[in-house]
């Protein structure tokens, strides 16, 4: 396949110019017939790479995906077919009538991809759907979220694990893996339970270059959360919690504030859930208030933030959590809230679950670390899953905007935190040495007379929850050590008696006091995203998207994605030429899509309805069509 064939595919059915990373190594191993596992982050275009192959492979035949998420395949089959691609699912939610449609065209060789679950494929009574395929000409077959097939991943599905009968039921057809999931034991489980042969082994970069990340000791959440939302009016967001009663409490705080704020956690009714889901799907809802059970089949791609208001148990939590913004590829940010109790509050809720293991601990104390981190944050992620970060500084974190303030006297400051703890005889939580550094006479405080202590009232000025920062910043230096156990004290380590003594060089960093009026709409990263974009346009734009969405019963990022929106906000085309210039505008949804966004772009200028009229008023595609 010559490389000019791919690069037309990809303008006209999708309206891109480049590859991502990866895409074209993935694409021509499935032209060779190659098995592959491909491992690239969210939103990093895996679909692309199954779909392709299916659409340029020269003697026609057929693709089959295999998706856990019923709701995705839906999303990604209309999607499909927006852009002229021949696609169908089958899958249980599918009328009878509609089902003998799929088989009819699946018969009659007239579509290139088909999405099925598992449990059709390899489930009970699969031998008679398995059957059908030599028939169909099927030439490979891709597993998305091929974790799913791992116990070592986060989401393992025992059905998976059927999907490895594939390979010696269909020796001739090529296999591949699609999974974001990064570490080294899920890839290499993958390999083995689907049997694959010397595959292609795909892995692409961790960092999402276009999320802003930020870590902030919650000092008081409500005020910390309004302020990421006055960023982001109008916009998209999730609100993570550790507690469904957070969730609530949130969720209705929001919405008496006057955002589309809807709750979502386990114990609510199911109904009800699949219910908001459905509203943030459809941009009815803007604000997600939820626990981690929000997550598997969020395809919104333009989620601009996500706000944990407490720690998560691990970096993998924080990473896919996290990673739920910004899919399409523009900034989006995300702010991490959290308090050295989260840590000690987690340890607990794990004890009483009988899940605190080694592992466990070792995780959150890894999470701990990032949090109260004193470096850049996608090095700091990056690292974590095991590659390196080549550029100097990421210009996407609040180190390295340089947010956080760096403390003048770091070293006389560290002294008397390191000493207060060694006065109270290394027996004491934070809580306490805090107390006694401010100057507070708790009943502990006088009882044990630490009022007396050189050291009692030295930092009386300070906020509490700075110095909570400055505690967890010379823990993570590791000078000081926070014991395990349902009471964690703070003990001095042995480079902390160094520092004491003066032995050692320190660096301690503060949060800025709040700067009222950001502005709307930027939280810096790619300053170019919103060059020369008109907004009011955007605005009405996007306002056209959702009627176009609502009737055609599809969610508004299969019209068009956020990334297609500012471009048309940006160039303002007026005739179809034009509108194929516009990121993400191939020829059919050019030619689907084009009159009625255009006729936006046109009230809006103020036009009348003249050059299209002039020009292609012979071949004008009818819009209801
Ligand atoms: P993943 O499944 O890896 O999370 P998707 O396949 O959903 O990611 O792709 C994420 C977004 O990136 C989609 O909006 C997709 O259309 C877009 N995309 C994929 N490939 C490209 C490309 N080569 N250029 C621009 N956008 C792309
Ligand atoms: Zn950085």
Known sequence: MNESALHDALARYWGYREFRPLQRAAIEANLDGRDSVVVLPTGGGKSLCFQMPALVRPNDGLGLVVSPLVSLMK???????????????????????????????????????????????????????????????????????????????HEFRPEFRRLGRLRNEFPELSIHAFTATATRQVRDDI???????????????????????????????KDQIRRVLERHQGEAGIIYCVSRKEVEKLASWLDGLGHH???????????????????????????????????????????????????????????????????????????????????????????????????????????????????????????????????????????????????????????????????????????HVIDVLRGRTTDQVTTRRHQELSTFGLLADVPIAELRGYVDQLTEQQLLLRTDGPYPVLQLTDDGAAALKGLATIELYRQPRPVPGQRKRKPTGDPAAWDGVDQDLFDALRQCRIEVSRARGVPPYVVFHDNTLRD?????????????????????????????????????????????????????PDPEA
């Open 191 to 221: 390999v083995t339970q689907l049997a694959l042969r010397d595959p292609e082994v795909l892995v692409g970069s961790f960092d999402r270059p276009n999320l802003v990340y930020r870590v902030l000791a919650r000092t008081g959440l």
């Open 261 to 431: 704020a809807l709750p979502y956690h386990a114990g609510l009714p199911d109904e009800m859930r699949r219910r908001h889901q459905e509203a943030f799907l459809e941009e009815r809802a803007d604000v997600m208030v939820a626990t981690v059970a929000f997550g598997m089949g969020i395809d919104r791609s333009n989620i601009r933030y996500v706000i944990h208001a407490g720690s998560p148990r691990s970096v993998e939590h924080y990473q896919q959590e996290s990673g739920r913004a910004g899919r399409d590829g523009l900034e989006a940010e995300c702010v991490l809230l959290y308090s050295g109790g989260d840590f000690a509050k987690w340890r607990q809720m794990l004890e009483q679950s009988g899940e605190l293991s080694e592992n466990a601990r070792r995780l959150l104390r890894d999470m701990e670390r990032y949090a109260a981190g004193t470096r850049c944050r996608h090095r700091v992620l990056l690292e974590y899953f095991g590659q390196t970060d080549e550029r100097p500084a990421c210009n996407a974190c609040d180190w390295c905007l340089k947010e956080l303030e760096r403390v003048d006297d770091a070293v006389t400051l560290a002294q008397k935190i390191l000493s207060t703890v060694v006065r109270v005889g290394q027996s004491w939580g934070v809580g």
């Open 75 to 153: 999303d990604q089959v209309d999607g499909l077919v927006a852009s002229g691609v021949a696609a169908a699912a089958l899958n249980s939610s599918l009328t009878p009538a509609e089902r003998r449609e799929v088989y009819a065209d699946l018969d009659a060789g007239r579509c290139r991809l088909l999405y099925v679950t598992p449990e059709r494929l390899v489930g009970e009574g699969g031998e008679a759907f398995r059957a059908r395929l030599h028939g169909w000409g099927v030439r490979f077959v891709a597993v998305d979220e091929a974790h799913c097939i791992s116990q070592w991943g």
């Open 568 to 620: 048309l906000a940006r160039r303002r085309p007026t005739t179809l030429p034009e509108l194929l210039e516009v990121y993400g505008i191939g020829a059919r949804k050019a030619e689907d899509l084009g009159p009625i966004f255009l006729e936006v772009i046109r009230d809006y200028r103020g036009e009348p309805d003249t050059e299209m009229a002039e020009e292609d008023q012979s071949n004008r």
